[in-house]
Structures are given as structure tokens and as C-alpha cells.
């Protein structure tokens, strides 16, 4: 499966992908948005026009050729984020279209992350997600490597992914872009 960056052309597409697969969830969680848009799409906009935004860290699951519609099948997202005062980064929002959903789409794009991720230093990648789901990556309760959740309440479903290094990774209280604070619903 290709991964790729995305590209200025890809914006409205992700846009797309990251409404789709949140609708079912939104209802839920912010019933009554004005834009009626799910928050992560939201959350993706601001990201976008914060200082914390890493463009070689987004990255787009192109839809198979043969795809009835093609375009984009998922897009993932790391953003600069902060233990203490060492910049680490942050994953999410994960976004795979509803059609290509439970095909690979999703472990695709957080594998080529997380490469991307480590090869460009980062000491670890902080979420709030699933345990079931992204144990298989590497990710562990947060607390285990001295890193503190954004929001106590979170409990094991944040996470980090540390990386291999000479130093030991850094500990104490994670901070995420300012865009994860600043949107309603996230």
C-alpha cells in the first residue's frame, strides 16, 4: 500500500476522509455543531494554521486505482507536542474512508508514521486512542514511561510510542498542539 505526504492538492479530500469516518461518532460526543462537521475536522483546520504543524508528517493512504471514486482512502497526522520541554509529537487524528475501512488502510498510515516519526528524531509519539488497537504498534500506557496524560481522566487510553535511543526519553506532563485544547469536542 503506498503512503505518501500530502500535497496542497489533497486538503479538501482529507477534509472529506476525516468527516466520514467521524460522522458516526459526533452525534455522540458534541450533538448540535453549528457547522455540523465532526470536531476532528475542525481540529484538523486548526492544526493546519498552528505552529505545531509538521507537513512531512501528513500523510495520505491514496484509494486503490481501481476504487470506485478514488481519491484519498485515510490520512494521519503527527503534530509537534511537548513533554516538559522536550518537543515529542503527537499522533492523530487517524482518518480512514468508511469504504476502506478493516482493509490495512489505518495500520498502513500509523506504521509509515511512526518510521517517519523516528527517523526524524523524535523521542516518542503521544495519543489517545484505543489500547486494543495500537498496542500492536508499540504504544504503551503512558504513566509506565513517566509521561503524564493531557487529562487525567484519558487513564490507559493515553499512550506513548517510545523510540530507541541513547538518552532516556524524556518524562513528566505531555502537552499537545494548542488546536487540541482550543476545539470544542475533541
Not at 484509494?63 to 516538559?84: D, E, M, Q, S
Not at 495519543?127 to 503512558?142: K, N, V
Not at 514511561?145 to 505531555?174: I, K, L
Request: charged share 20%; hydrophobic share 45%; glycine share 12%.
Amino acid at each position: 500500500m503506498l503512503i505518501r505526504r500530502e500535497n496542497p492538492g489533497d486538503v479538501e479530500a482529507v477534509r472529506a476522509v476525516v468527516a466520514l469516518a467521524f460522522a458516526p461518532y459526533q452525534a455522540a460526543r458534541t450533538p448540535g455543531r453549528p457547522d455540523g462537521l465532526p470536531a476532528e475536522v475542525t481540529l484538523l483546520d486548526a492544526l493546519r494554521a498552528d505552529p505545531g504543524w509538521l507537513p512531512e508528517l501528513s500523510l495520505v493512504a491514496p484509494a486503490p486505482a481501481k476504487a470506485p471514486r478514488g481519491g484519498i482512502a485515510g490520512h494521519v497526522v503527527c503534530t509537534r507536542a511537548h513533554v516538559g520541554a522536550v518537543p515529542v509529537l503527537g499522533l492523530g487524528p487517524l482518518s480512514v474512508h468508511p469504504d476502506h475501512q478493516r482493509r490495512g488502510v489505518g495500520s498502513a498510515l500509523v506504521h509509515a508514521a511512526l518510521g517517519a516519526a523516528e527517523a526524524l528524531g523524535a523521542p516518542l509519539v503521544g495519543l489517545l486512542g484505543d489500547p486494543a488497537y495500537y498496542s500492536r504498534f508499540g504504544f504503551e500506557h503512558a504513566e509506565t514511561h513517566g509521561v503524564t496524560a493531557p487529562d487525567p481522566a484519558w487513564g490507559e487510553h493515553f499512550q506513548v510510542r517510545v523510540f530507541e535511543r541513547r538518552v532516556p526519553p524524556p518524562r513528566g506532563p505531555f502537552v499537545y498542539a494548542k488546536p487540541f485544547s482550543t476545539v470544542d469536542g475533541v
